[in-house]
């Protein structure tokens, strides 16, 4: 019974936390759940080096989960098909090229770009590490954790345009993120001189173009299926047999799971919403039921990742390496951020207000995503180090740049309308 008693530990302490949060703190969900389980982590790390026994019992129960798996087999493609399916399509549809371009270009550029800097950094700082590590780092941490982003800034009252732009971007990259680490780990595995040019854009074409081409399919299958029943129950089991049976499949394809979710979720939204697909009555309850899921996976999630404190070796150096890199991921953001927006401002296609590049600059958060990456590096990667950097820049985006986007959104003049809200 290992697995149910850390998941029930999981629900209790999320319970707990959300519970604290709404009644004292007042942060953003979010926030206020990771702070409380960064918090109970370092009290019960101080206990554990006492011996306190309950403390080691309750520490060896949250090593048990596998956090890695938990979050990209499970967790993440139901909170990307919930973030995607109430995304504003047609507003999406006019932000496609600032949000394809961040998503394409954006991406790759901020992978290089902090890849080649931890290259260059962590010598200085007595940690070595091989170039295809460090490429490896940038393609963890260069993403926006969507989730991190729907469940904070959406909250901060923001133009909505931009907003779908953050929250558009968020989703793709995020795929595109992970299809980058996947080529880079195997290049890392197999070694440079045995992986081609060719091997490399194989694997890339197969995980993105496979994601998207297996999404549509689900997305435009599953809203035929949703057209012909009215049915609440269902409707809601269909888009749960979506998510659970699709992320199944790109598995054994081969293919990116996280597009193909991202893919399908706006998809289903889109149809159901302007081709009259299901009735209001199942829509609401379509749209309620992944809110709930979307809310509940949220929580267990910034719970675990502030419980990771408990079980992660984090040593003073490796901090310190921790808060030099979230100036070189700061930076390879705002230059992912701004060039990219350049070239479209350049060739006429989209025109970017200035005030875009610091509002996604400091409003791409990073999570629970990056930290599952880093954790998923083999044995032998510099793991503990990678570890350890991604889970100082995860704190300090959730809690630093989290609290601190409401403010930059108001001093810039970009908050949202009353109407809009």
């Given at each position: 019974m290992p697995l149910y008693n850390a998941l029930a530990l999981l629900l209790v302490l999320a319970a707990a936390f959300a519970y604290l949060n709404h009644r004292f703190l007042k942060m953003p969900?979010?926030?206020?759940?990771?702070?409380?389980?960064?918090?109970?982590s370092l009290a019960l790390v101080g206990l554990a080096r006492l011996g306190v026994a309950p403390v080691l019992d309750l520490a060896r129960v949250v090593g048990t989960v596998d956090f890695s798996a938990l979050v990209m087999q499970v967790m993440l493609g139901f909170l990307l098909f919930a973030g995607s399916i109430h995304v504003d399509t047609r507003r999406l549809g006019k932000l496609r090229w600032s949000v394809g371009t961040l998503a394409l270009i954006g991406t790759p550029l901020s992978v290089a770009l902090v890849g080649g800097a931890m290259y260059i950094l962590l010598p200085w700082l007595?940690?070595?590490?091989?170039?295809?590590?460090?490429?490896?780092?940038?393609?963890?941490?260069?993403?926006?954790?969507?989730?991190?982003?729907?469940?904070?800034?959406?909250?901060?009252?923001?133009?909505?345009?931009?907003?779908?732009?953050?929250?558009?971007?968020?989703?793709?990259?995020?795929?595109?993120?992970?299809?980058?680490?996947?080529?880079?780990?195997?290049?890392?595995?197999?070694?440079?001189?045995?992986?081609?040019?060719?091997?490399?854009?194989?694997?890339?074409?197969?995980?993105?173009?496979?994601?998207?081409?297996?999404?549509?399919?689900?997305?435009?299958?599953?809203?035929?299926?949703?057209?012909?029943?009215?049915?609440?129950?269902?409707?809601?089991?269909?888009?749960?047999?979506?998510?659970?049976?699709?992320?199944?499949?790109?598995?054994?394809?081969?293919?990116?799971?996280?597009?193909?979710?991202?893919?399908?979720?706006?998809?289903?939204?889109?149809?159901?919403?302007?081709?009259?697909?299901?009735?209001?009555?199942?829509?609401?309850?379509?749209?309620?039921?992944?809110?709930l899921i979307d809310e509940i996976l949220n929580a267990l999630l910034f719970v675990l990742v502030g419980l990771e404190a408990l079980v992660l070796p984090i040593t003073g150096r490796i901090i310190g390496a921790g808060v030099a890199a979230i100036a070189v991921v700061l930076v390879a953001r705002l230059l992912a951020v701004a060039l990219p927006l350049g070239l479209l401002r350049g060739s006429g296609l989209f025109t970017p207000s200035h005030?875009?590049?610091?509002?996604?600059?400091?409003?791409?958060?990073?999570?629970?995503?990056?930290?599952?990456?880093?954790?998923?590096?083999?044995?032998?990667?510099?793991?503990?180090?990678?570890?350890?950097?991604?889970?100082?820049?995860?704190?300090?985006?959730?809690?630093?740049?989290?609290?601190?986007?409401?403010?930059?959104?108001?001093?810039?003049?970009?908050?949202?309308?009353?109407?809009?809200?």
């Open positions: 969900p979010a926030i206020g759940l990771m702070v409380l389980g960064l918090l109970t007595g940690l070595p590490t091989p170039l295809v590590y460090c490429l490896l780092f940038g393609a963890l941490i260069s993403p926006t954790d969507p989730v991190a982003v729907l469940s904070i800034l959406t909250k901060a009252n923001i133009d909505k345009d931009l907003e779908t732009k953050i929250v558009g971007e968020s989703l793709f990259n995020d795929g595109v993120g992970v299809v980058l680490f996947v080529v880079l780990l195997e290049v890392a595995q197999l070694g440079p001189q045995q992986v081609t040019v060719g091997h490399a854009l194989a694997v890339f074409a197969q995980e993105a173009v496979g994601g998207v081409a297996l999404g549509a399919a689900l997305g435009v299958g599953a809203a035929w299926l949703l057209r012909s029943v009215d049915n609440y129950q269902v409707e809601v089991l269909l888009t749960l047999a979506l998510v659970a049976g699709g992320t199944a499949l790109a598995a054994q394809l081969h293919t990116s799971g996280p597009l193909a979710m991202v893919v399908a979720g706006l998809l289903v939204g889109h149809f159901s919403r302007s081709g009259g697909t299901i009735s209001e009555q199942s829509q609401d309850y379509v749209d309620k039921f992944w809110e005030r875009s590049v610091p509002v996604l600059t400091w409003g791409g958060l990073r999570g629970g995503l990056s930290v599952a990456m880093a954790l998923s590096l083999p044995a032998e990667a510099p793991r503990e180090l990678l570890v350890g950097i991604t889970y100082v820049i995860v704190v300090f985006s959730i809690i630093g740049q989290g609290l601190t986007i409401g403010p930059l959104v108001r001093w810039l003049g970009v908050a949202g309308t009353p109407k809009e809200e």
